[in-house]
């Protein structure tokens, strides 16, 4: 039973550009979150998807934006990228519902913003 | 601001030892709260969670032990193992801002030492 899997594994974009993660689900599950994991610190969450649209959102601004596709599979995107943006994304999911709590999370997409 | 402050920030711990990591909220709202495990490379993994009502869980050797008075909860590891070092977070999340959205502490690297 496969994991969540993120896509690339490590980039690196200068500043300015954009950026597009990828992340599949595990399967079964319904609901894709994305988090910023900055060096030293801990994951900050950026959105929720569910049902192919954003349910909940954390202190990002708007460059931050996201996909959900019907096959539950998710993209996030990043405009204008700065400096600050170098993190490790990380994709999680769960089922909404019973045990919505538990997420489970996929490697991460290593940024590096030159 | 920090919603979840967590220490210490290191732990070094001998093979067989106990390891002990404390965090702290001040939002009374939080209602679950979760501990994760991340190796190097990977994504954080659920390792153990408690909700408010319960005072302790236990999962194997990983102990759970909550104050609601004191909003402190704090993670246990029995008998430490080399295979447990590894970098641990709290989290905490509450139903207004939705059961995706963990507010992390910012990790403890924990070495144990055979």
């Known amino acids: 039973d496969a994991g969540v899997t993120q896509s690339p594994t490590h980039l690196i974009k200068t500043r300015g550009q954009q950026v597009t993660l990828r992340c599949s689900p595990k399967?079964?599950?319904?609901?894709v979150s994305w988090y910023q994991q900055a060096l030293g610190q801990g994951p900050q969450f950026i959105f929720q998807y569910y049902e192919e649209e954003e349910r909940q959102r954390g202190n990002f601004p708007d460059r931050f934006s996201g996909h959900q596709f019907p096959n539950y599979s998710s993209e996030l995107n990043v405009n204008a990228l700065l400096l600050g943006d170098s993190a490790l994304y990380l994709c999680?999911?769960?089922?909404?519902?019973?045990?919505?709590?538990?997420?489970?999370f996929g490697a991460g997409s290593r940024l590096t913003v030159l | 601001q920090q919603q979840v402050k967590q220490s210490p920030q290191s732990l070094i711990v001998q093979k067989g030892g106990i390891s002990i990591i404390n965090c702290a909220y001040e939002?009374?709202?939080?209602?679950?709260f979760p501990w994760y495990q991340q190796f190097p490379g990977k994504g954080p993994a659920l390792l153990i969670a408690?909700?408010?009502?319960?005072s302790e869980k236990k999962e194997g050797r990983f102990t759970i032990s909550f104050n609601k008075s004191a909003k402190q909860f704090s993670l246990h590891i029995m008998d430490s193992q080399p295979g447990d070092s590894a970098t641990y977070f709290c989290a905490a999340s509450m139903r207004q801002t939705g059961a995706n959205n963990l507010f992390f502490g910012t990790g403890t690297r924990l070495t144990v030492i055979p």
């Open positions: 408690i909700r408010p009502d319960v």
């Open positions: 939002n009374t709202a939080f209602d679950y």
């Open positions: 399967s079964g599950h319904d609901t």
């Open positions: 999680a999911s769960s089922l909404v519902g019973f045990g919505a709590n538990v997420l489970t």
